[in-house]
């Protein structure tokens, strides 16, 4: 174990009807290696960064000041709750989760504010999804647990308008350690539109966030989930969504990852009732020096259920990006479909990309497909632009962001489309004018 | 307006021009025709500018200027313009974005402010209704699943939004049945006139009797062989190209 580890668990105070919980992650931390590029599951992302980066997770004494304006960039109702460099920021919020006011069969509450049956709810449910002792990251979440949002919608409940949550950084997150849990339950037939963002302001800042979103849903219930990550690049971001899917339950993820100092995205769905259904798409953007590692595995326990996965991602100057995708199909499972396919475009010589897409397959009657590529530029398409008066700069722009555009439309708020699309041409381009056929 | 001397290319140091000579004014169809392997798809993609195609010898004037110096994108903003054989397929590009840049780097080049969306999408409309597009194609990527006459049409639709001096349409029948070459056909008749001077590379001569020549060339062994009226074409429909290598 990392000497780090002691340190950071003295600097926070887990909550103390979570004690059992908090002990238990410590339990298994303590018990783990720590993980190193010597485990295949961190074999191209070191954590020596946050173990040497003396962070610091400690509450910060003073809340920065940062505009609604800032933080607000979707233009999109929503019950917005948002945290600035690790805590709840009342102010820029439209929801107090201490006591909200939402509609029926809607709950949003902080674990601090928890009542006593949401204590029980939370004590039973936390860190259920998290089935393996290898997510040692997610296991130090919640030994180190001292805030996170309880979202419950009730059986039968549709709600329309998304729940955002929003985290950003500024210059005060500078070496800070910051953590947070989403605990997510769906009941049956319910339905919900979660939005996660994570951004900053421009000043340079380290900062580490540690942040695992755990979502449980019963039979039937729908859930459309997007996470957005635009941090500022000398950010460290480890984070994990695990979700666990009852009977026909669909769940539907949209995920854009810009790449950072160290960025590790884990996400871990299980099938546990038959004919569920798993979407995940994403695009990733890797350049200058940044990392971005992602890890997809896929549970199928059970019959009859479905899982698509589509990733694509750039990769530019020296840049290195990690896609490890895996579909895990039991031997009960039968008549499963899945597919998964990961698509990478090197813009320079000096990118890098590690992909492997992995099946493991234990029933004889599924239909399963994967597939990866890593190309460069088509130089036929750019041939075709220059030919129609298209310069090349300007054609090579458009021809990236077509390779991601692609994954864009499949996004089902347009809102969220019309906030990320100028953000992402915005990546491909210094020269406006280059870009000004795509805003 | 377009004066080809004695010009020699090679693809991967294979000679595939060797010393071929054309002159087209404004106004003129000119129809190149010629057994495969001859040169005729180098010739577009060596006027085109495309990378791989190594001009060695001659020159090409283009109304004054040495069209061999410029970039492939400089000679389309001069208005050039080569509608593919293959037309290459980019999904995730729209039609329409991809339109309207190739619009504005022609206006910009002539000085000219960019077209304000709406009185491009009028036009872009328009112009697909010319040549029997649906409207849904300029939302589509380019070509993306486009069967082999869209894709014809699209290359058409390009080239009436682009308003070219010059236009090489290279093996443009290929692959179109009777009723997508007629279609393609009225579009390109519809686009001549007097300042207008076409090139039309083709096999066969079935799109001459729809896109009616002033000048019939043979392509032969990278030189023109022959040259005649309209009615070379159906000597060349009739007799194959057998009579003329045996008489070079």
């Known amino acids: 174990m990392a000497e780090a580890v002691g340190q950071w668990l003295n600097q926070v105070t887990p909550l103390p009807w979570l004690q059992e919980k908090s002990s238990e992650g410590a339990g298994v931390v303590n018990s783990q290696p720590w993980p190193t590029p010597k485990a295949e599951y961190w074999k191209y992302t070191s954590l020596k960064h946050i173990e040497r980066g003396g962070f610091d997770f400690s509450a910060i004494e003073q809340a920065s000041p940062v505009s609604s304006e800032a933080v607000s960039i979707i233009e999109l109702d929503t019950f917005n709750l948002v945290f600035v460099d690790g805590q709840f920021r009342a102010d820029l919020s439209n929801l107090d989760p201490a006591s909200p006011e939402l509609p029926e069969g809607l709950d949003i509450i902080d674990f601090a504010h928890a009542d006593a049956g949401q204590q029980a709810f939370i004590r039973d449910a936390l860190h259920s999804t998290v089935q393996e002792q290898k997510h040692v990251l997610a296991h130090l979440s919640v030994a180190m647990l001292s805030q996170g949002l309880l979202i419950r919608v009730a059986p039968e409940t549709r709600i329309e308008k998304p729940v955002q949550i929003t985290h950003y950084t500024t210059a005060q997150a500078d070496q800070k350690g910051m953590q947070h849990r989403v605990l997510v339950h769906l009941g049956h037939h319910a339905e919900l539109n979660l939005v996660e963002m994570y951004g900053s302001d421009d000043s340079a800042h380290t900062g580490w966030m540690n942040q695992v979103t755990e979502v449980i849903q019963e039979p039937e219930s729908a859930m459309q989930h997007y996470r957005l990550h635009q941090e500022q690049q000398a950010m460290a971001h480890t984070g994990a969504v695990h979700v666990t899917l009852d009977k026909q339950a669909r769940f539907n993820s949209f995920l854009l990852g810009y790449g950072g100092k160290l960025k590790r995205l884990d996400y871990v769905v299980h099938h546990e009732g038959p004919a569920a259904e798993c979407n995940l798409q994403g695009v990733y953007l890797v350049n200058q020096r940044q990392h971005f590692d992602l890890r997809t595995q896929i549970e199928h326990k059970v019959p009859h259920c479905l899982t698509d996965e589509v990733f694509r991602g750039i990769i530019d100057d020296k840049g290195l990006a990690v896609f490890n995708g895996k579909i895990h199909i039991h031997k009960h499972a039968q008549k499963t479909l899945a597919e998964m396919s990961n698509r990478n475009l090197l813009l320079s010589e000096n990118a890098q990309i590690n992909t492997k897409p992995e099946l493991e397959i234990y029933a004889d009657d599924v239909k399963c497909a994967h597939g990866a590529t890593i190309s460069q530029m088509d130089s036929d398409a750019l041939v075709y632009l220059r030919s129609r008066g298209i310069s090349a700069a300007e054609a090579a722009v458009m021809l990236s962001f077509g390779f991601i555009n692609e994954i864009l439309m499949t996004i089902k708020h347009p809102e969220i489309l019309g906030y990320i699309r100028p953000s992402i041409v915005r990546r491909f381009g210094q020269d406006e004018r280059l870009m000004r056929h795509l805003l | ?248």
């Open chain 2, 1 to 248: 307006m377009l004066s080809i001397h004695n010009l020699e290319a090679s693809v991967e140091d294979k000679p595939i021009l060797k010393g071929l000579s054309l002159s087209v004014k404004p106004g003129e169809v000119h129809a190149i025709m010629g057994p495969n392997g001859s040169g005729k798809s180098t010739l577009g993609h060596v006027l085109a500018g495309r990378e791989g195609y190594e001009v060695t010898g001659g020159s090409v004037d283009f109304f004054g200027t040495d069209l061999t110096e410029l970039e492939p994108e400089e000679r389309a903003r001069e208005g050039l313009f080569l509608a593919f054989q293959y037309p290459v397929e980019i999904p995730g590009v729209s039609n329409l974005e991809f339109l309207k840049a190739a619009v504005d780097a022609k206006r910009e080049h002539a000085g000219l402010e960019p077209l304000d969306s709406v009185s491009f999408i009028r036009t872009a409309r328009e112009s697909c209704q010319k040549v029997d597009l649906e409207q849904s194609f300029l939302k589509r990527g380019v070509n993306e699943g486009f069967s082999g006459g869209e894709k014809k049409r699209n290359e058409l639709l390009q080239m009436m939004m682009l308003e070219p001096k010059i236009a090489i349409l290279d093996e443009t029948d290929s692959g179109l049945d009777i009723d997508a070459l007629q279609v393609v056909a009225k579009g390109v008749n519809a686009m001549r006139n007097e300042e207008r001077g076409f090139v039309v590379v083709t096999h066969y001569q079935r799109l001459l009797n729809y896109i009616v020549p002033d000048y019939v060339h043979v392509l032969a062994g990278g030189r023109i062989v022959k040259s005649g009226g309209k009615e070379l074409a159906l000597q060349l429909e009739s007799e194959g190209y057998g009579w003329l290598e045996a008489d070079k």
